[in-house]
């Protein structure tokens, strides 16, 4: 019998396999960050032991730092104190890292793909939930908690069982004026916040095949909302366009070596799928979520659901949602009044989607009571929008324009949205809290988010062209 | 780590799906560079108001505040995979959790801190919070070794749980430790193995073009 995807990596990354234990997985990247990392770094000083590979593991700063001005010091004294640990933990185990000076710096899940260093075929490891992005390129890549980072610190490899397998097989095309981030939150919204506990995710189908690199990414980002271990893409030309020329991709003769393993990375047209479902993009439409977690999601021409009409299982946390997010059922999404907006996050802040929201910003004003903002994934990504004039586009609209950081997606610095205060944000969670304490999260497209900081309230932006298709010149 | 063997006390009965590690221990507590410190914070948003205690939250009412079981509905524990959230669970003193469901990420770093996470059928779940309901101070044991659940009545629920990790919490093992033991297998591997970009550590020649 044929062999999934998942099952290829995986393959190639047994170090050892014992039976009633979970496999030794080798891992070839290691992402880490200044939250989820300094206790791990902590548990082997205790233990005087070594990191194994620095030369697979590369840190940088994106959770809890400020986007305003990097030439002053952290504010925070308790941020500050973790920054200058991961400092400290990368020198001493001699660990590249992008700090806040760095024009590499940025969130870890958008500088590992536009440097080149996530590649197809690699297992790839970060204390990080969100790591399922860099499943777009075809690589096994998926989130692990503190102690797990302490593991593969010292060893390089990780304890792993094996995951089930799940085909999402996408039928047409996506309608205009849709997006990779409307057929995602469609496919949680249909199947459910936990849908795919257990499971490693492959995407598949023609949708997927022409989406960009950019768009994979957000698609496979948001695995982890239907509660997968992972998502997958298998690589293609698309994959291989993308990474060609990138700092660290391979070149010359590496680059043929690399591609000849590369395009053996696809599921055997015989192998069989624990669980295989069909999704039909024609019908999806611009998503917003009304609820607390990203299955609770509404196309925007619907209105608030009535919780009494929805199936039993769901009715509670229905109501407990629409009380927590102060929404009267029946309520037409577009009446929906906003109070902020953030554009960015590692679902959300690569150059396309800060290009989708910029054309939609053009020539406009943010309504008068929203404060919107816009924060770049990366310091690559800002300094190339920069150079394209998407920060003046922005800036004249009235978004706010900040440096490189995870920022208003989960609010561990300073960009908070305040109780009872209504965002409609790029991010991928809409959880209590998650914004800030009380606040309201209602997650959307880029153009979805940048349509409703102009009007004031949500729009549906496929009757919103870009001023250049209506003929205004800005 | 601590092991695990046997846990008698109340179950608290924590009457929400979902419950993600936002909730379990919110963001703004996430900036230490401990691993303690974390138990005084758990599910913060709920259990205070400006400070104050809310009467209503379950782990602020008797007999619940010092339960070392924790009763929850399905997907407990999804979201960000911070260990914060069960460094700040164990801290608080819970043991086990019940649940129909767990997130895999959760579920995994319960094993890592001592915390043992039992999958039961929905219908049991929903008898323990009948239960826990109407005779707010009844006990369950939860006892590793025969993978069982007792309560009154002759309640008694058998639990699945991997060889492996059963081992894991019954001996509080060093994981590390015992991989690091087959360090030679890691090496073995190495050997034959290869990645398609240059070593991190010192490749600031490629930062400069990039
Ligand atoms: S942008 Fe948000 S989801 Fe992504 S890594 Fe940062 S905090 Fe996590």
Redesign the interface.
């Given at each position: 019998m044929g062999k999934t995807l998942y099952e290829k990596i995986l393959d190639?990354?047994l170090?050892?396999e014992e039976r009633?234990?979970?496999s030794?997985v080798?891992i070839?990247?290691h992402l880490v960050h200044e939250?989820?990392s300094?206790?791990a770094f902590?548990?082997l000083r205790i233990?005087n032991?070594q990191v194994?590979r620095?030369?697979?593991?590369?840190a940088t700063m994106d959770?809890?730092i400020p986007t305003r001005n990097r030439s002053l010091p952290v504010q925070?004294e308790?941020?500050r104190?973790?920054v200058e640990?991961l400092v400290d933990n990368c020198t001493d185990f001699?660990?590249?890292l992008y700090d806040l000076k760095?024009?590499?710096q940025g969130i870890v899940h958008v500088i590992a793909p536009e440097?080149?260093?996530t590649?197809p075929g690699?297992t790839i490891v970060c204390?990080?939930?969100h790591t399922s992005t860099h499943g777009a390129f075809g690589a096994l890549a998926f989130?692990?908690?503190?102690?797990?980072v302490?593991?593969v610190l010292?060893?390089?490899?990780l304890?792993q069982?094996k995951s089930k397998t799940l085909a999402i097989n996408i039928k047409g095309d996506l309608p205009r004026g849709t997006t990779a981030k409307d057929l995602i939150l469609a496919i949680i919204g249909q199947y459910g916040?936990?849908f795919a506990?257990?499971y490693v995710i492959e995407y598949r189908g023609d949708v997927i095949r022409n989406l960009s690199m950019e768009e994979r990414m957000t698609v496979c980002n948001m695995s982890i909302e239907m509660?997968a271990?992972a998502g997958l893409i298998a690589p293609d030309e698309t994959t291989f366009d993308y990474l060609k020329g990138?700092?660290?991709?391979?070149s010359g003769s590496?680059w043929e070596?690399?591609l000849t393993e590369w395009k053996t990375l696809h599921s055997d047209e015989n192998a069989q799928f624990d669980l295989e479902i069909e999704f039909d993009a024609e019908k999806v439409t611009p998503q917003v979520t009304w609820g607390t977690?990203p299955g609770q999601v509404a196309g925007i021409s619907a209105t608030v659901p009535t919780p009494e009409e929805l199936p039993q299982a769901q009715k509670?946390?229905a109501e407990?949602a629409l009380q927590y997010m102060g929404l009267a059922p029946g309520t037409p999404i577009t009446e929906i009044q906003i109070d902020k907006v953030f554009i960015g996050s590692c679902t959300n802040s690569r150059i396309e989607d800060l290009r989708k929201a910029a054309a939609i910003a053009k020539g406009r004003k943010v309504a008068e009571r929203v404060e919107a903002l816009v924060v770049p994934g990366s310091q690559?990504v800002k300094k190339q929008a920069e150079a394209e004039g998407l920060d003046q586009i922005f800036l004249q609209a009235g978004f706010e324009w900040r440096e490189a950081g995870c920022s208003m997606c989960?609010?561990?610095n300073d960009d908070l949205v305040g109780p009872e205060e209504r965002c409609a944000s790029t991010s991928n969670?809409n959880?209590?809290?998650?914004q800030g304490?009380?606040a309201r999260t209602h997650l959307v497209s880029p153009e979805m988010a940048a349509a409703a900081a102009i009007a004031g309230h949500f729009v549906d932006v496929r009757q919103w062209p870009a001023k250049e298709q209506e003929g205004v010149m800005v | 780590m601590q092991s695990f063997k046997k846990v008698t006390g109340v179950a608290a009965p924590l009457d929400a799906a979902n419950i993600d590690t936002d909730a379990i221990i919110p963001k703004q507590f996430l900036k230490r560079i401990e691993r303690t410190g974390f138990g005084q914070f758990l599910f913060y948003d709920w259990r205070y108001e400006d400070g104050k205690e809310k009467p209503d939250f379950v782990l602020n009412m008797e007999p619940f505040r010092n339960a070392p079981i924790l009763l929850a509905r399905k997907n407990f524990g999804c979201g960000s995979s911070r260990e914060h959230a069960p460094w700040a669970l164990s801290e608080f003193g819970i043991r086990v959790i019940l649940a129909p469901s767990f997130a895999d990420i959760f579920h995994n770093n319960c094993f890592k801190n001592g915390i043992l996470p039992i999958v039961l059928p929905e219908d049991v779940i929903q008898f323990l919070f009948d239960q826990a309901e109407a005779q707010p101070g009844l006990k369950l044991t939860v006892d590793l070794e025969s993978q069982t659940v007792k309560g009154h009545d002759g309640f008694e629920a058998v639990f699945e749980i991997a060889p492996y990790r059963k081992q894991l919490l019954l001996e509080g093992l060093d994981e590390i430790g015992a991989t690091l033991r087959a360090e030679e297998k890691i090496t073995a591997f190495e050997g034959s193995h290869k990645v398609f970009y240059p070593a991190l550590a010192t490749a600031n020649s490629v930062d400069s073009n990039s």
């Amino acid at each position: 019998m044929g062999k999934t995807l998942y099952e290829k990596i995986l393959d190639r990354h047994l170090v050892s396999e014992e039976r009633d234990q979970p496999s030794l997985v080798y891992i070839d990247l290691h992402l880490v960050h200044e939250v989820t990392s300094p206790q791990a770094f902590e548990g082997l000083r205790i233990q005087n032991r070594q990191v194994r590979r620095p030369d697979l593991t590369l840190a940088t700063m994106d959770h809890s730092i400020p986007t305003r001005n990097r030439s002053l010091p952290v504010q925070d004294e308790i941020a500050r104190k973790q920054v200058e640990t991961l400092v400290d933990n990368c020198t001493d185990f001699g660990i590249k890292l992008y700090d806040l000076k760095s024009a590499n710096q940025g969130i870890v899940h958008v500088i590992a793909p536009e440097l080149g260093i996530t590649q197809p075929g690699q297992t790839i490891v970060c204390g990080d939930s969100h790591t399922s992005t860099h499943g777009a390129f075809g690589a096994l890549a998926f989130g692990i908690g503190t102690s797990e980072v302490e593991h593969v610190l010292a060893t390089q490899t990780l304890k792993q069982y094996k995951s089930k397998t799940l085909a999402i097989n996408i039928k047409g095309d996506l309608p205009r004026g849709t997006t990779a981030k409307d057929l995602i939150l469609a496919i949680i919204g249909q199947y459910g916040h936990d849908f795919a506990t257990g499971y490693v995710i492959e995407y598949r189908g023609d949708v997927i095949r022409n989406l960009s690199m950019e768009e994979r990414m957000t698609v496979c980002n948001m695995s982890i909302e239907m509660g997968a271990r992972a998502g997958l893409i298998a690589p293609d030309e698309t994959t291989f366009d993308y990474l060609k020329g990138r700092g660290y991709a391979p070149s010359g003769s590496d680059w043929e070596a690399a591609l000849t393993e590369w395009k053996t990375l696809h599921s055997d047209e015989n192998a069989q799928f624990d669980l295989e479902i069909e999704f039909d993009a024609e019908k999806v439409t611009p998503q917003v979520t009304w609820g607390t977690n990203p299955g609770q999601v509404a196309g925007i021409s619907a209105t608030v659901p009535t919780p009494e009409e929805l199936p039993q299982a769901q009715k509670r946390s229905a109501e407990k949602a629409l009380q927590y997010m102060g929404l009267a059922p029946g309520t037409p999404i577009t009446e929906i009044q906003i109070d902020k907006v953030f554009i960015g996050s590692c679902t959300n802040s690569r150059i396309e989607d800060l290009r989708k929201a910029a054309a939609i910003a053009k020539g406009r004003k943010v309504a008068e009571r929203v404060e919107a903002l816009v924060v770049p994934g990366s310091q690559l990504v800002k300094k190339q929008a920069e150079a394209e004039g998407l920060d003046q586009i922005f800036l004249q609209a009235g978004f706010e324009w900040r440096e490189a950081g995870c920022s208003m997606c989960l609010g561990m610095n300073d960009d908070l949205v305040g109780p009872e205060e209504r965002c409609a944000s790029t991010s991928n969670r809409n959880f209590e809290g998650r914004q800030g304490k009380k606040a309201r999260t209602h997650l959307v497209s880029p153009e979805m988010a940048a349509a409703a900081a102009i009007a004031g309230h949500f729009v549906d932006v496929r009757q919103w062209p870009a001023k250049e298709q209506e003929g205004v010149m800005v | 780590m601590q092991s695990f063997k046997k846990v008698t006390g109340v179950a608290a009965p924590l009457d929400a799906a979902n419950i993600d590690t936002d909730a379990i221990i919110p963001k703004q507590f996430l900036k230490r560079i401990e691993r303690t410190g974390f138990g005084q914070f758990l599910f913060y948003d709920w259990r205070y108001e400006d400070g104050k205690e809310k009467p209503d939250f379950v782990l602020n009412m008797e007999p619940f505040r010092n339960a070392p079981i924790l009763l929850a509905r399905k997907n407990f524990g999804c979201g960000s995979s911070r260990e914060h959230a069960p460094w700040a669970l164990s801290e608080f003193g819970i043991r086990v959790i019940l649940a129909p469901s767990f997130a895999d990420i959760f579920h995994n770093n319960c094993f890592k801190n001592g915390i043992l996470p039992i999958v039961l059928p929905e219908d049991v779940i929903q008898f323990l919070f009948d239960q826990a309901e109407a005779q707010p101070g009844l006990k369950l044991t939860v006892d590793l070794e025969s993978q069982t659940v007792k309560g009154h009545d002759g309640f008694e629920a058998v639990f699945e749980i991997a060889p492996y990790r059963k081992q894991l919490l019954l001996e509080g093992l060093d994981e590390i430790g015992a991989t690091l033991r087959a360090e030679e297998k890691i090496t073995a591997f190495e050997g034959s193995h290869k990645v398609f970009y240059p070593a991190l550590a010192t490749a600031n020649s490629v930062d400069s073009n990039s």
